[in-house]
């Protein structure tokens, strides 16, 4: 079946620094991918969405590339800041799932200042 | 803006007893999710709801049951709540499968004794 997998946390980075979080996906579907995020006492938000392979998503000055080749879709971030400090999810959405949405198991981010 | 709204947003419930955890969405979104949330395992599907009076099992639904009365509304029951439902709660609406945004409600907090 459908599966995420990413990068175990938690990670902690120096605000200034430079960020990727790696994720893989294995489907037979042609799938959107998603990157949620999610702060301290909130419920998950939406970050970015790529509905196509080879197309990149951006959103806050974070990015990521549909790499269809590779069935990956790492997140990256130039410059952390320690607002960027929360829990992110690769997720695929399957047209052809009942489930719609595959949830990889969360990385947390924290920026030390 | 997108409005998922959840209660309690705490809750302390003994073994044994009934618990009902409500959603209201004011986004006219077709479809509603309830997702858990504990440390190592990111968000788990327990059920979703297609509209009113329909309701599906996700991928770990015993000992939850799930009610779909109106557009709007979207209740979790826990008929006999057990230590090991311990756990955050997340209720979700959302769009067209596969390609789905969803929008998250600030989570209930539920600690079976």
């Known amino acids: 079946g459908d599966s995420v997998t990413q990068t175990k946390g938690p990670v902690t980075l120096s605000e200034g620094t430079s960020l990727t979080v790696n994720c893989s996906y294995e489907?037979?579907?042609?799938?959107?991918l998603f990157w949620y995020v999610q702060y301290p006492g909130e419920g998950p938000q939406l970050l970015f969405k790529?509905?196509?392979a080879n197309e990149k998503g951006s959103n806050r000055g974070f990015e990521a590339t549909y790499d269809k080749g590779t069935t990956s879709f790492h997140l990256q971030k130039a410059s952390v800041q320690e607002s960027d400090s929360a829990v992110y999810y690769c997720?695929?959405?399957?047209?052809?799932?009942?489930?719609?949405?595959?949830w990889g198991s969360g990385t947390k981010l924290i920026i030390k200042p | 803006e997108a409005a998922v709204t959840q209660s309690p947003r705490n809750k302390v419930a003994v073994t044994g007893g009934k618990v009902t955890l409500s959603c209201n969405q004011t986004?006219?979104?077709?479809?509603m999710y309830w997702y858990r949330q504990d440390t190592g395992h990111g968000l788990r599907l327990i059920h979703y709801?297609?509209?009113?009076?329909?309701?599906e099992k996700g991928d770990i639904p015993d000992g939850y049951k799930a009610s779909r009365p109106s557009q709007e509304n979207f209740s979790l029951i826990l008929e006999l709540a057990t230590p090991s439902q311990t756990s955050v709660y997340f209720c979700?609406?959302?769009?067209?499968?596969?390609?789905?945004?969803?929008?998250f409600g600030a989570g209930t907090r539920l600690s079976v004794l």
């Open positions: 979700a609406s959302g769009e067209d499968w596969g390609q789905n945004t969803l929008y």
């Open positions: 997720v695929l959405g399957d047209q052809g799932s009942n489930y719609q949405l595959i």
């Open positions: 986004n006219n979104h077709n479809n």
């Open positions: 709801s297609y509209g009113a009076g329909s309701t």
């Open positions: 489907t037979k579907q042609y799938p959107t």
């Open positions: 790529v509905p196509k």
